[in-house]
């Protein structure tokens, strides 16, 4: 394989065939808004930059296209505060383990407002 | 439908001093497959356009995108290439263009006609 290939990431598809385009305005979700938001406060107040998320978000690799794009910056703004020290592995589990108690959310991947904000 | 040649305000871009290239080179974009956070598309590597505009001088994102200050500010130039160029097999009209912006260190001169 060349470098070519190995180099170019997942975000990179100009060129290739698209298949369906989904042009549905799904809107945003509750946790979407929610981690939306610390994305943005986390820009302005400098402490991620935008160039930054995007290499993280390009760093998933094969994830990236399976994931929604919230899951992808979400994704990438964690892959930054751990990178940057503001939380250890341990310290992000075990806290989401706490609020995931709080609110009794018994699915690992559910959110405790998904009904209501369903699509 | 009016064919705009000039923009209608004035550009609120940064100044470029010591810019390489001005409006009307030839460049050919650099044929190279860096791994890391790159700004330049795949499929637009090795062609070869002319400039448009010179935008500004900006810090570097390829360098930002890893903790860096991106200092010193690279220039950013807005390349114009024929669509019949960059694709091959391209139907639309003969004229039709994609315009680009790119920094100045993934541009070389280009002597050739695109």
């Keep these: 394989m060349s470098d070519e290939a190995i180099n170019k990431g997942p975000h990179d598809i100009g060129g290739e065939p698209a298949g369906p385009v989904d042009t549905t305005d799904h809107g945003m979700r509750f946790w979407e808004k929610q981690a939306n938001a610390l994305r943005s406060v986390l820009s302005r107040s400098g402490v991620v930059k935008v160039d930054e998320l995007r290499r993280a978000a390009e760093g998933l690799g094969d994830e990236y296209r399976k994931l929604a794009y919230f899951e992808v910056t979400t994704s990438a703004l964690r892959t930054l505060m751990l990178e940057k020290g503001y939380f250890t592995e341990a310290e992000l589990s075990a806290r989401m383990a706490e609020i995931r108690r709080r609110f009794d959310v018994p699915d690992e991947m559910e959110s405790p407002v998904k009904q209501k904000a369903k699509r | ?114």
Excluded at chain 2, 29 to 34: D, L
Excluded at chain 2, 39 to 46: E, K, L, N, V
Excluded at chain 2, 52 to 65: D, Q, T
Excluded at chain 2, 88 to 107: K, N, Q, T
């Design chain 2, 1 to 114: 439908m009016r064919r705009q040649t000039e923009p209608a305000t004035r550009s609120s871009y940064a100044p470029a001093p010591g810019h390489r290239f001005n409006v009307g080179d030839r460049v050919r974009i650099r044929q190279a497959f860096p791994p890391g956070h790159r700004r330049t598309p795949y499929y637009i590597r090795g062609k070869r356009g002319v400039i448009e505009r010179i935008c500004g001088a900006f810090p570097n994102p390829e360098e930002l995108a890893y903790g860096f200050d991106g200092e010193p500010a690279k220039v950013l130039y807005r390349v114009r290439f024929l669509q019949g160029h960059v694709w091959p097999g391209y139907r639309g009209p003969a004229h039709d263009v994609i315009e680009m912006e790119i920094y100045e260190h993934w541009l070389e001169p280009d002597g050739d006609k695109p």
